[in-house]
Each structure stands twice: as C-alpha cells, then as structure tokens.
T-cell receptor
Framework: GAVVSQHPSWVICKSGTSVKIECRSL??????MFWYRQFPKQSLMLMAT?????????EQGVEKDKFLINHASLTLSTLTVTSAHPEDSSFYIC???????????FGPGTRLTVT | RKEVEQDPGPFNVPEGATVAFNCTYS??????FFWYRQDCRKEPKLLMS???SGNEDGRFTAQLNRASQYISLLIRDSKLSDSATYLC???????????FGKGTRLHILP
C-alpha cells in the first residue's frame, strides 16, 4: 500500500520558537495532503487541506499565519508551527491522497510538546 | 446534530464475543463511508469501506442504512488485538470533505 512518512516523529521545543514538520508520500504522487491535529482522547481535527502548488485551505478556527503549510511538490508538504505555545502541544498527523480524497494514507504522526 | 456522531465507549467485551457499534451522520447527501482503526498513539488506518449493499471482510461486517443515516461495524469472534479506537469517516460529498467521528474505544478482555 501507499506509504506516507513524517519527520520528526516527536519534538520538544521552547515556547516562542517555530517547528517544521515534514510529510512525504514515498511511493505515490499526492495530489492533496491533509493536516490533522489530535489532542489526547479526542478525535482527529482537520486543520487544513493543501493541493500541490496552491495555497492551503484552512478550517474555521485554524490560524493560517500560525500554522504555515507549504505543498511545493507532489510528494512533500510541510507544516510550520510558528511561535509555538504550550497549548499547541498535540499530535499532528498528515495524510495524503491521490485522485480520490477519501482514500487517505496517514503518516505516523508527530508528537509536539511545547514547554 | 453533529455531522458525524459515535458512542465514545469504552466497550469492554470478553474475548470471543461479538460486538457492534454504530455511527450516525447528519448530511443525507453523504456519499462515502469508511471505518478506520486507530491504535493508541498511532495514526488511523483504513479498516474497510462501507458499501450500500453491506460488506464483509473476515470477522468484520460493515453496513449502511441510508434511511436512518447510520453505518455500523460488527466484529465477530473478537480478539485481544481488536482493542483499538474505531473511527467512523464520512465523505460529505461537498468538495470531498471528510469528517471523522470522535471514535469508539473498544477493549477486548482476556
């Protein structure tokens, strides 16, 4: 099956710093990539949807200036959490899809802890 | 009414038993339905798609009831390894928007 990788798998950073998370589709071209956030014992929450070469579409309540998404190629999308705060600590998961958005392949997730 | 709703559980079920849980959705125009499985601290993985006619994959059976707007997942002869959170996923049909339910936690007891 399709493989999606994320890097780093976990990161600890100080409040006020920025963190970049990479999401790569390893064996297929991802037309669309999705970024999710999951707080403990809660469901996945879609943050944004990005298509290669286009600006990301953010869900209501997600600050686009704080969560910068770049989808420069069909195999790579990045999420940068700018000026991170402790409340940004969460599990960030990306997923990628080809022609059909509902066939999403998830990355292993990145656990972000902001101290 | 929430777009996709699931009973959070947990369902504590003895090994070997049959367990079923439902997921309701609000948008009657929803087109595609899926069950994902998520293990603790891991990413979700697609378990099975849900077809209009119902479908079965080994011990797992998924059904769709469009009239009542719910999907169901039935697990027979449950195994310890079935312990996980099961996420209901609905494609709302509008720009392929995907909505995840909050998940139902299942604990299979030895």
């Amino acid at each position: 099956g399709a493989v999606v990788s994320q890097h780093p798998s976990w990161v600890i950073c100080k409040s006020g710093t920025s963190v970049k998370i990479e999401c790569r589709s390893l064996d297929f071209q991802a037309t669309t990539m999705f970024w999710y956030r999951q707080f403990p014992k809660q469901s996945l929450m879609l943050m944004a949807t990005s298509n290669e070469g286009s600006k990301a579409t953010y869900e209501q309540g997600v600050e686009k200036d704080k969560f910068l998404i770049n989808h420069a190629s069909l195999t790579l999308s990045t999420l940068t959490v700018t000026s991170a705060h402790p409340e940004d600590s969460s599990f960030y998961i990306c997923s990628a899809s080809g022609d059909r958005a509902y066939e999403q392949y998830f990355g292993p997730g990145t656990r972000l802890t902001v101290t | 009414r929430k777009e996709v709703e699931q009973d959070p559980g947990p369902f504590n079920v003895p090994e070997g038993a049959t367990v079923a849980f439902n997921c309701t959705y609000s948008n009657s125009a929803s087109q595609s339905f899926f069950w994902y499985r998520q293990d603790c601290r891991k990413e979700p993985k697609l378990l099975m798609s849900v077809y209009s006619s119902g479908n079965e994959d080994g011990r797992f059976t998924a059904q769709l009831n469009r009239a009542s707007q719910y999907i169901s997942l039935l697990i027979r002869d449950s195994k310890l390894s079935d312990s996980a959170t099961y996420l209901c996923v609905v494609n709302m049909g509008l720009d392929d928007k995907i909505i995840f339910g909050k998940g139902t936690r299942l604990h299979i007891l030895p």
